[in-house]
């Protein structure tokens, strides 16, 4: 299995404001997702990151607002630009296990924008 | 696009009943499909991995049936403490390796 530190692990932050969520991986994994969970609901893809080359976003979902890097086989971090309350959310960092079959996730940010 | 469908959205039940939670999905064409448990305010654990090709997995008091071909999985829960209590949600893999989650069933399990 693999395991992922995320950090921070909530935050509150102002509107206009930019947060920085990191996602730490123990093995190096090809393929790194970010996903969004609004109160309430369930998990919606936002992108993909694979190393060396530019993330894949999914509809709904730009670059402008959650720049997303991927410098190595291990990290990743997902910004959060330019903030409102609509962002709040849980955020979470997910990997495919060795062999490209199990995903695993990391803890979550509970991020709260006021 | 998958459309994951989960029921029921909740349920609750005494201590030591068999949990029976359904996932429908309407894309066929699935790599494999995993069956997660989320405590509140926190993030996924995996459960169950079933692959594409099998019928049946299981792990514990946990058992997962899949039915590709119609688009369905059953998570069954045998003999259910309080530690059970949480949201389970189905999560069907396309070939592009991404993950399509349900709204998922929030399950209270009563001492």
């Known amino acids: 299995s693999a395991v992922i530190s995320q950090k921070p692990s909530r935050d509150i932050c102002q509107r206009g404001t930019s947060l920085t969520i990191q996602c730490q991986v123990d093995?190096?994994?090809?393929?790194m997702f970010w996903y969004r969970q609004q109160p309430g609901q369930s998990l919606t893809l936002i992108a993909t990151?694979?190393?060396?080359?530019?993330?894949?976003?999914e509809s709904g979902f730009v670059i402008d607002k959650f720049p997303i890097s991927r410098p190595n086989l291990t990290f990743s971090t997902l910004t959060v630009s330019n903030m409102s309350p609509e962002d709040s959310s849980i955020y979470l960092c997910?990997?495919?296990?060795?062999?490209?079959?199990?995903?695993?996730f990391g803890q979550g940010t509970r991020l709260t924008v006021v | 696009k998958q459309e994951v469908t989960q029921i029921p959205a909740a349920l609750s039940v005494p201590e030591g009943e068999n949990l029976v939670l359904n996932c429908s999905f309407t894309?066929?064409?699935?790599?494999?499909l995993q069956w997660f448990r989320q405590d509140p305010g926190k993030g996924l654990t995996s459960l169950l991995l079933?692959?594409?090709?099998?019928r049946e997995q299981t792990s514990g008091r946990l058992n997962a049936s899949l039915d590709k071909s119609s688009g369905r999985s059953t998570l069954y829960i045998a003999a259910s403490q309080p530690g059970d209590s949480a949201t389970y949600l189905c999560?069907?893999?396309?070939?592009?390796?991404?993950?399509?989650f349900g709204a998922g069933t929030t399950v209270t399990v009563r001492a």
């Open positions: 997910s990997v495919q296990g060795p062999g490209g079959t199990e995903a695993f």
């Open positions: 093995s190096q994994v090809t393929m």
């Open positions: 990151a694979n190393q060396g080359s530019e993330a894949t976003y």
């Open positions: 894309d066929s064409a699935i790599y494999n």
């Open positions: 079933i692959q594409s090709s099998q």
């Open positions: 999560a069907p893999r396309s070939n592009d390796y991404k993950l399509s």
